[in-house]
């Protein structure tokens, strides 16, 4: 396991290092991007020459605001960072060689594995973002219009724009000292949130044609063929989103997504309100979650996995009413 | 034109009147009945007996959390204040009686149309409810839960949570202020954005169905005919929410919704990103609006507006690259 530290040791072996290299993890989202980015920034503010960001995937040109230097062999890394990486699985193949020599650890899954020589970790964080922006009040680095765009990233995208239960009066609190900073929130909230792929489009229009309600309406479902899914060319991130939607339905309390996989069988994805125990329903499927997200995978046909499903479904609500 | 206030004196004209029935816009949103409904909590801990809210307008059971008292002639108005309501017309016609004896009005449009006696005005405020903040802290009552979660329902709905340009520092700091003050803001979000009308999906999914792409996909384009939105039961207010679905999508830099209406008659909604300039499509045919969202009307069939519309968007496309 992990050496823990604290806030102040942190900032203690990060002005020790010299020979940077911060890494992030594969699948890159705005958290563990922001946060690099930022420390990255800070660190250079410093006056550290040798500071790069590496990361298994292709960063999304969306972020280019970032300003990310990227590791491309430039020195010889001294000192491994990961920031906001769980488990060193989440590194990706290619970073490999790094992955397994992380000196510290920066994160808010309170599921870290303690993979690296040291770890700070703060669960009741809502990104890692959070944590990055308290280091650099403690490094005294004032921060500018590019380190409140990266911070504010990281914040803004881990809480969904502060709409989910992760969101706390400190994301509130460090957004609004983001802002005054000069983070551009009006453009970055537009490039994060108001924007969606013409193939997640494609995807929702044709679910939502198979829209299915149930148990006087209770119950939502949505289905989509591997058919379809290959048909728009939708990324596994974007299919991720739509499992909340049968649940935001008023008056739904089990929102249900089936999912063809390429092998044929079903990935289920049940969504409940409170008062509904979605693992429940999974577990007697060979599945398992949480009370209000969980799920299982159904060999055979579309048709059978429905019937599977939505008698497990008809035995929960019985049970609940 | 009204007397302007500032926020001292109207706390003074507060705290010096009795009987005071608080009114709000028609169609109800988050800031007119959050603002009423704090402002009511707030008179009522000054010890004020006689304090009750009003709207032409049901007020939607999912807003029950405020426990708003409703004026139903219990007393004798003496003072009328009118919270979030921009001019006279926005009444609605069932409460025109005390629309036309407004003592003071509290409002953050710029475009208050001054019908008041008596006006507090911050179109700097990101909703009418910032101000009743400001004035209940002036107060000295404290803010208790349901002061909170009625605040931050004013402030999250006007904001979309927290997403649209008028979110500011001061947005998030009193977001801030008010979760610690006990706001439920995970429950409070879930009834308030993530929470769908089967009506609203039902027409989302006609939308979708219908979404045409133009010039390289630099123009996207939604309609629905009357008949589409009658058949789902959908409300306007719904319907407002859809015409910014095309110009989400990525790489569309004119987003256009066309809704027919029961006249027969196409409205057309077109909304931009920089650089394309909304108002002059609209303008050239008999509409009008702001560089990124404008509007126009157009009778005649639904391939006369389409052809109409599209000729504007591609002359202004042509003349911008």
């Known amino acids: 396991m992990s050496e823990t530290l604290d806030l102040t040791e942190v900032l203690g072996r990060l002005l020790r290092a010299e020979k940077i290299l911060l890494l992030c993890h594969k699948n890159p989202d705005g958290d563990t991007l922001g946060s690099a980015a930022a420390l990255y920034h800070a660190l250079k503010r410093l006056g550290k020459p040798e500071v790069a960001v590496l990361c298994a ?3 999304p040109p969306r972020y280019d605001y970032m300003q990310i230097e990227l590791f491309q062999g430039q020195f010889e890394p001294q000192y491994v960072v990961a920031v906001d990486v769980a488990s060193i699985q989440l590194f990706g ?4 060689e790094y992955a397994q020599r992380v000196d510290l650890c920066i994160d808010h ?8 020589d040291a770890l700070y970790l703060d669960s009741s964080a809502c990104a890692t973002a959070e944590i990055i922006y308290q280091l650099i009040c403690k490094m005294g680095v004032e921060i500018d219009g590019v380190l409140a765009d990266c911070l504010y990233t990281g914040i803004s995208t881990d809480t969904g724009c502060f709409l989910f239960g992760n969101t706390s009066a400190r994301s509130h609190e460090i957004a609004a000292r983001l802002m005054e900073a000069g983070a551009r929130v009006r453009d970055l909230n537009m490039i994060l949130f108001e924007t969606k792929s013409r193939a997640r489009l494609a995807i929702e229009s044709i679910a939502l044609s198979n829209l299915e309600y149930h148990f006087q309406d209770r119950c939502a479902l949505i289905y989509m063929t591997w058919e379809q899914i290959e048909s728009t060319g939708v990324e596994t991130s ?5 499992t ?7 008056g739904v309390q089990v929102g249900i997504t089936l999912r063809q996989q390429p092998s044929g069988s079903y990935k289920i994805s049940v969504r409940t309100q409170p008062g509904v125990d979605a693992c429940a329903i999974c577990t007697r499927l060979g599945g398992g979650g949480h009370s209000m997200a969980a799920g299982c995978e159904l060999v055979g046909g ?15 609500l019985c049970r609940e009413s």
Chains 1, 2 share one sequence.
């Open 57 to 59: 995937d292709l960063i």
């Open 238 to 242: 974007d299919l991720e989103g739509l």
């Open 109 to 116: 899954h309170g599921s870290n594995s303690g993979y690296a």
């Open 302 to 316: 579309l048709d059978n996995a429905k019937q599977a499903i939505l008698a497990e479904v008809e035995r929960e």
């Open 93 to 96: 193949d290619s970073v490999r």
């Open 244 to 250: 909340s939607l049968p649940r935001q339905i008023e």
